[in-house]
């Protein structure tokens, strides 16, 4: 009588968390497969933006160095 009322009582919690279990793979799954994608975008965000400050490049026309006649870095004559 005792194993029976047992498996009476313990058959509903087995099934609900055999239920939850399940439900919560789920949504663990999609949790940890958009995890990733949140942090490459986040990095690449802090990334770029501080390498926005760090580093200026001059333009320099080349029609400028063509018209010059200097081709590199000026050079003084010595007599």
Known sequence: M???L???LV???VLALSLL???LF???AFLLTIA???LAVLGIGVLSALGTGRRKIRSVSVSDKLTSG???PK???VA
């Open 6 to 8: 047992l498996k009476i």
């Open 26 to 28: 789920d949504i663990y």
């Open 11 to 13: 058959a509903p919690f």
């Open 75 to 77: 050079q003084e004559r």
């Open 36 to 38: 990733p994608v949140i």
């Open 21 to 23: 279990a399940v439900f």
């Open 70 to 72: 200097q081709h590199g």
């Open 2 to 4: 005792m194993k029976i």
